[in-house]
């Protein structure tokens, strides 16, 4: 199998160039470096084609479109000058693999850490994340998820206006770069999940609907103009992201990717784009024999996404749960405005952990309609959760982190609350040292009208907040540098006890069956509401943890219900060690009450 879409060079050395351009009547590839033209012959269903020797790994070219105008190629793999400019040819199998090897990480086995490539290190580059390999794998992480790298305008994004789905950005390194990274990961025993977006294109440098019919006015989403994948012409458009979703596995080796907001991807097909990525994986993976993971963020519970193509679903591995990190939150103490106010806090925690999704089948206030379903026949290394990502701390207005937000024993408990779920736990970068520089919305628009649009439209939709101040200006250099972690808190106390403590929930998230098995029918969690506090079981036999979490600001004591046995503790986040005011609870279960520190998590284990 290899890549359908605009140059790619065969075994032979000549280049195979495919353009999906029903709009046109004519179509050239102009290669800029050597002034040359060479005309495309027509094809079938807009396609046009041609096979040439006179393309060559490095070539800039362009597509003249009915001998008027000349734009980069919508499939281009780099943009070396940016998105108004001319594309470069480049050869995928050039690189050099070393994973030959390389398995993917069983998925219940995934500890993920989202992060963001520009602000992630001091290069803000491919090769800076590559200098931090050391550090991740010190810390237990197994798998990076790394927000979308498709070539944006400028060189300061979160990367959700991108607008060439297969050109790695630039600044970054380009897909070399990328190649190398994945490579280095897979050395070192770490998968690499990658973020991509199907639900929409960013506005500047956006030319798709110069060639052809990728979008549709039948739909409205947030972001403008809705992808056309269910329209007249729409099959061009379906190849064009399937084609993308297979090349990240296929030349990139990327292990798993993380669909953004499928519930903007509006289609009404037979067979929906999503599954149509997953069949067409199917057969990669067949072909191949290597693994990969499917994973989505949907503002939906809906199992039909994550439920197997054999019963009716679309068959993806993986969903973000939003709903858990909202329920957390609220518990934590945070307010209950917006999407929150569907939340009461520690019930809503108490029944994610049992149920996953809360509302699956109940009537939310929020969205004033009855909503989800239930997800009793999912398991639990179908759901991803958190207590922060860049979306929840980005989308305020500040930008604040969660070690802003909440005490430092919160901190702590919070992370328990996270690494004790029957779901796949996932950081997001900084947290794990309580990073105190915000995480802010930024952008790097070229065209002044569009970052004065942003610019005005990120102050007017914070606007009752005036009270905090005013929305930092997205596309200033200053919100951007504002956002970059701070590599040297990890030498200074209370951050390094923090990572110690990091790094040992997940050394013990692995390690114990109770935790890693993620069999939800062995999961129990009750809520004792006068005391704040919400006790949790996981696992049953010599397996049985129980863990148990105050999250009110006072001492509690509590006596667990037991059914026998000897219980020893594994867990106290009140530990000095941990940078905490010392533990009270008790070494052992004896049948007494336990004392239990303000902010804090206690976990026992059955021996």
Not at 122 to 130: M, N, Q, V
Not at 294 to 313: A, S, Y
Not at 526 to 537: D, M, N
Not at 577 to 591: D, K, M
């Amino acid at each position: 199998m290899s890549r359908k879409t605009g140059v790619n060079f065969n075994s032979s050395g000549s280049a195979e160039v495919r353009l999906w351009a029903p709009k046109c009547t004519a179509v050239s590839i102009v290669i800029e470096n050597k002034q040359a033209e060479i005309a495309l012959q027509k094809k079938t269903q807009g396609f046009w084609f041609i096979q040439t020797n006179d393309i060559k790994p490095g070539d800039r070219y362009k597509f003249l479109l009915d001998q008027k105008d000349a734009w980069p190629d919508p499939a281009s793999l780099s943009q070396p000058d940016g998105v108004h400019h001319a594309s470069e040819a480049i050869d995928l199998a050039a690189y050099n693999w070393t994973d030959n090897h390389w398995k993917n990480i069983d998925q219940e086995k995934y500890i993920l850490y989202e992060l963001h490539v520009g602000t992630f290190s001091s290069r803000g580059d491919f090769k800076g994340l590559e200098e931090k390999l050391a550090y991740l794998k010190k810390l237990g992480i197994n798998a990076i998820e790394i927000m979308p790298i498709a070539q944006f305008p400028g060189n300061r994004n979160w990367g959700y206006d991108g607008v060439f789905p297969f050109a790695v950005q630039n600044s970054y390194g380009g897909p070399a770069a990328l190649q190398h990274l994945v490579d280095k990961c897979h050395q070192n025993g770490m998968g690499v999940i990658l973020d991509v977006v199907y639900n929409h294109l960013g506005p500047e440098g956006n030319y798709l609907d110069i060639f052809g019919h990728y979008f549709t006015d039948k739909y409205n989403t947030p972001w403008g103009k809705a992808i056309n994948f269910d329209d007249g012409w729409c099959d061009g458009v379906r190849e064009y992201f399937i084609e993308n979703a297979l090349m990240w596995f296929r030349d990139f080796h990327i292990d798993a990717l993380r669909l953004d907001a499928v519930h903007a991807i509006k289609d009404l097909s037979p067979k929906h784009l999503l599954k149509e990525i997953k069949e067409q994986v199917d057969l990669l993976m067949q072909a191949s024999g290597r693994r990969h993971y499917l994973i989505v963020e949907m503002d939906l519970n809906d199992t039909r996404f994550i439920n197997p193509i054999n019963k009716c679903g679309y068959g993806l591995d993986a969903q973000w749960v939003d709903e858990f990190h909202h329920a957390l939150r609220v518990a934590s103490g945070n307010e209950q405005t917006g999407y929150y106010e569907d939340f009461n806090g520690l019930h809503h925690l108490a029944k994610s952990y049992m149920d996953a999704y809360v509302y699956d089948g109940m009537y939310s206030p929020h969205r004033k309609k009855m909503f989800g379903v239930k997800a009793s026949g999912n398991p639990g290394n179908q759901f991803i959760v958190f207590s922060q990502n860049h979306d929840q701390v980005g989308n305020r207005m500040l930008g604040e982190r969660t070690s802003q937000l909440v005490s430092f024993e919160m901190q702590k408990l919070m992370a328990g609350a996270v690494f004790c779920s029957p779901f796949l736990p996932m950081l997001f970068m900084g947290e794990e040292y309580g990073e105190t520089n915000p995480f802010l919305y930024f952008v790097s628009h070229t065209d002044e009208a569009l970052a004065k649009a942003v610019r005005e439209g990120r102050r007017r939709e914070f606007a009752s907040f005036h009270g905090e101040g005013e929305a930092p200006d997205p596309n200033a250099i200053e919100t951007f540098e504002q956002s970059k972690l701070q590599w040297q808190l990890l030498e200074q106390q209370p951050h390094k006890a923090l990572f110690n403590y990091y790094k040992f929930l997940i050394e013990t998230r692995k390690s114990e069956p109770a935790l890693h098995l993620l069999d939800r029918k062995l999961v129990k969690a009750e809520v004792e509401k006068e005391q704040q506090l919400l006790i949790l079981e996981r696992g049953s036999a010599n397996n049985k943890l129980i863990c148990m979490m105050n999250f009110s600001k006072q001492p509690q004591r509590f006596e667990p219900a037991s059914e026998g046995g000897h219980y020893i503790k594994l867990v106290d986040s009140a530990a000095v060690q941990w940078n905490g005011p010392g533990e009270t609870a008790l070494a052992t279960l004896t049948g007494e009450k336990i004392a239990i520190q303000p902010e804090s998590i206690v976990i026992y284990k059955r021996v």
